[in-house]
């Protein structure tokens, strides 16, 4: 019987790591990329149902290796909700805006006419050709590229969807109010089933605790502006006041939120994942903020 050499430690390669907000969170894993029909198995055993209205919260790196990447967690959410469902993902954009973080970073420290420069090159928004934000995650990149999907109008918080409801839902956005009466999110709350599926996301990604921002009685403010297109399509700057949006305490708000309704926990792919009742959820995160906010924004902690 012969004997293979020990081999020398400094000759076997690095292990390959997937970089990016969405690169799976276990690159050693031995297991094959899931499939799509056990992703779909995977979604009902957590609760999802045909018809079902879902707003998705999704760290696809979470999920780990599937069939696809992306878009076979498309076809899975897809299949699991049927014809006659509907999804919706946050298809935001910050780089079109001078008041958000991701403009601060990228601007600070340039001189007067740098900036200028900076600010002449952003473009403006628009619904079909615009990227959502890296920030976003994959998978609402790739739900607004699919054939059927339509957006919202919105020049900085815009939705996609598709599904049965999605043009009832993402119409008429109110471009000076991120998620008010007249947003998309307003609407899923008028929906007595709509929920929220967060895939591997935690609670400080829960999009409808924004809603419960505007249904104080005190509710703080702040100058946004950002480049949208004039009714010729030319890029114009654009400046609305609307609510100061705050999520540091987003996650205080979901670890007692867990404690006071029913919400299914369980793995999709090996992402933890929740499936959460839209409507008690922002109620409770509205009664939350008057009792442990102040003036309108979170307390110090």
Same mark, same amino acid.
């Given at each position: 019987?012969?004997?293979? *050499?020990?081999?020398?430690?400094?000759?076997?390669?690095?292990?390959?790591?997937?970089?990016?907000?969405?690169?799976?969170?276990?690159?050693?894993?031995?297991?094959? #990329?899931?499939?799509?029909?056990?992703?779909?198995?995977?979604?009902?055993?957590?609760? /999802?149902?045909?018809?079902?209205?879902?707003?998705?919260?999704?760290?696809?790196?979470?999920?780990?290796?599937?069939?696809?990447?992306?878009?076979? /967690?498309?076809?899975?959410?897809?299949?699991?909700?049927?014809?006659?469902?509907?999804?919706?993902? *946050?298809?935001?954009?910050?780089?079109?805006?001078?008041?958000?973080?991701?403009?601060? %970073?990228?601007?600070?420290?340039?001189?007067?006419?740098?900036?200028?420069?900076?600010?002449?090159?952003? #473009?403006?928004?628009?619904?079909?050709?615009?990227?959502?934000? &890296?920030?976003?995650?994959?998978?609402?990149?790739?739900?607004?590229?699919?054939?059927?999907?339509?957006?919202?109008?919105? &020049?900085?918080?815009?939705?996609?969807?598709?599904?049965?409801?999605?043009?009832?839902? /993402?119409?008429?956005?109110? &471009?000076?109010?991120?998620?008010?009466?007249?947003?998309?999110?307003?609407?899923?709350?008028?929906?007595?089933?709509?929920?929220?599926?967060?895939?591997?996301?935690?609670?400080?990604?829960?999009?409808?605790?924004?809603?419960?921002?505007?249904?104080?009685?005190?509710?703080?403010?702040?100058?946004?502006?950002? /480049?949208? #297109?004039?009714?010729?399509?030319?890029?114009?700057?654009?400046?609305?006041?609307?609510?100061?949006?705050?999520?540091?305490?987003?996650?205080?708000?979901?670890?007692?939120?867990?404690?006071?309704?029913?919400?299914?926990?369980?793995?999709?792919?090996?992402?933890?994942?929740?499936?959460? #009742?839209?409507?008690?959820?922002?109620?409770?995160?509205?009664?939350?903020?008057?009792?442990? %906010?102040?003036?309108?924004?979170?307390?110090?902690?």
């Amino acid at each position: 019987m012969t004997t293979r *050499p020990p081999v020398d430690p400094r000759l076997i390669p690095p292990p390959v790591v997937a970089l990016g907000p969405d690169a799976p969170a276990d690159t050693s894993a031995a297991r094959p #990329p899931r499939t799509v029909r056990e992703l779909v198995g995977d979604l009902r055993d957590l609760g /999802v149902q045909s018809s079902d209205v879902l707003l998705v919260h999704c760290r696809l790196r979470d999920i780990g290796a599937v069939e696809r990447g992306a878009r076979g /967690v498309l076809a899975a959410l897809t299949e699991a909700v049927g014809k006659n469902g509907t999804l919706v993902l *946050p298809a935001f954009t910050e780089l079109n805006s001078d008041t958000s973080l991701p403009f601060q %970073r990228a601007t600070h420290g340039l001189s007067d006419d740098e900036l200028q420069a900076y600010k002449s090159k952003m #473009p403006p928004f628009d619904p079909v050709w615009t990227p959502a934000s &890296p920030t976003m995650g994959a998978l609402a990149e790739v739900l607004r590229q699919a054939p059927g999907s339509v957006r919202s109008s919105h &020049p900085q918080s815009s939705f996609v969807a598709r599904g049965s409801l999605a043009d009832g839902i /993402v119409r008429h956005h109110n &471009p000076v109010s991120h998620f008010g009466e007249q947003s998309p999110l307003a609407r899923l709350f008028s929906l007595p089933d709509a929920k929220v599926l967060m895939l591997g996301a935690g609670f400080s990604a829960f999009t409808g605790f924004h809603l419960a921002e505007y249904y104080q009685s005190r509710i703080a403010t702040r100058m946004y502006r950002c /480049v949208a #297109p004039d009714w010729l399509g030319r890029p114009m700057w654009a400046s609305y006041e609307d609510v100061l949006l705050d999520l540091a305490d987003f996650d205080r708000i979901g670890a007692d939120l867990t404690e006071h309704i029913p919400i299914a926990q369980g793995l999709v792919g090996n992402a933890q994942s929740r499936l959460v #009742p839209l409507i008690p959820a922002v109620a409770f995160a509205a009664d939350w903020m008057a009792r442990n %906010r102040t003036n309108g924004a979170p307390a110090v902690a």
